[in-house]
Structures are given as structure tokens and as C-alpha cells.
């Protein structure tokens, strides 16, 4: 007996799977100083804030460190390879936490700060850090007489004015040296005991 099975039709099915989550969202941002660059050996805060269904933040740096968790549940400071983690709260759907660096040193300039709220294969937010290097050289020296012994010495300078406590005059003649801390970081000096007909060499 011969059977005729005909056509058999074999259709090919896709399954979708549907995650559904709430909205998701984060941002990371240098809270202290408020300046930017920042000065070596500032403390910096940087603080992620973002909205999700998680109870977490995933922090991570570009100069090394594994990723670091914190949560509402977690230990208070977290560290990450010298960048201390703190969970701040939580408010609903909105989390908070900080990462600070304490007297950054020069060699972190450049390193970013990312953070996630919806874990490690989630959207990081990011923040570079930028500090200052080694003081520029100041230009523009300018000496104004205010009368027959004293002037206003003034320059211009590109450093970053935070990081600048004072500047140091030194006046040289060919009898002796003086030297002179400004008050502040004002780029200006009065210097007085002047003597008529001599011949100054000045550094700042």
C-alpha cells in the first residue's frame, strides 16, 4: 500500500522577548571644587544621580580598578583604586551616590569617572577630571612708576586662579636682592625703596 504524506509546510517561528523596565536615566557630574581644572591635592567630588527600578550604581574609572557596586544595602564607602564610592539615598526611583578623590595627585589628570544605574551592560554616564599642571610662565611684566621710589608691578598669567595662593617678586640690583610675596593671587606687586638711575632685573 502506498501512503502520499503531500506537503508538509514548516514555518519558521520567532519568539520575542519583551523586558520591560521603567525609564532609565544618569547623569555624573563634579560637584566640588567648583572650578575646573582642578588644582593638585583638591579633594573632588563627583556625584551620579539617575532615575531607575534598580537600587543600585555601578561605578567604574579608566585608570584601572574593577567595577564597584553601591546600594542602599551596601557597605557605606566602597573604594575604587583610590576613589572613594558613598551611597548618598534614594528617593523613589531616584538614587544618588558620590565619588570623591582626596588630595588628587597630578597623575589622575584625565582619568573618567562613568556610572550606571541599570548595571554592567547598562548606559554609563561620564566624567572627565582635568587638573592643572606645572604653573605657565607669567607675561606681560609691566612696571609703572607711582613716584621717584616706588612702582606697581604688574603680569598676565594663564593659570588657573584657585590654584594660585601667591607669587614671588624677586628684585635684583647690583648691590642686593628683595624678594616679595604677593598678598593673593592677584597678579600685581607694589615695590617701593626704589633708587633712581639703578638698574633692576625682575622675576616673578
Do not use: H
Amino acid at each position: 500500500m502506498k501512503v502520499d504524506l503531500g506537503f508538509v509546510n514548516i514555518f519558521n517561528c520567532m519568539l520575542v522577548l519583551l523586558r520591560i523596565t521603567g525609564s532609565v536615566s544618569v547623569t555624573i557630574t563634579q560637584t566640588s571644587p567648583s572650578y575646573s581644572p582642578v588644582c593638585p591635592e583638591d579633594d573632588v567630588v563627583l556625584t551620579c544621580q539617575g532615575t531607575s527600578n534598580n537600587t543600585f550604581l555601578v561605578f567604574r574609572a579608566s585608570n584601572g580598578g574593577t567595577l564597584q557596586t553601591v546600594s542602599n544595602t551596601s557597605v557605606i564607602n566602597t573604594d575604587l583604586n583610590g576613589i572613594v564610592l558613598q551611597w548618598i539615598g534614594m528617593n523613589g526611583t531616584y538614587l544618588t551616590a558620590t565619588a570623591t578623590i582626596s588630595n588628587i595627585p597630578l597623575n589622575m589628570n584625565g582619568v573618567i569617572i562613568s556610572c550606571s544605574t541599570s548595571g554592567v551592560f547598562g548606559t554609563f554616564a561620564m566624567e572627565k577630571v582635568n587638573i592643572t599642571g606645572d604653573p605657565p610662565s607669567v607675561t606681560n611684566l609691566t612696571l609703572t612708576p607711582l613716584d621717584n621710589t616706588s612702582a606697581i608691578l604688574t603680569w598676565s598669567t594663564n593659570e588657573q586662579p584657585n590654584c594660585v595662593s601667591f607669587y614671588t617678586i624677586e628684585l635684583d640690583s647690583e648691590n642686593s636682592t628683595f624678594l616679595y610675596n604677593t598678598s593673593n593671587s592677584t597678579p600685581q606687586q607694589i615695590i617701593s625703596d626704589l633708587m633712581i638711575g639703578q638698574t633692576y632685573n625682575i622675576t616673578v
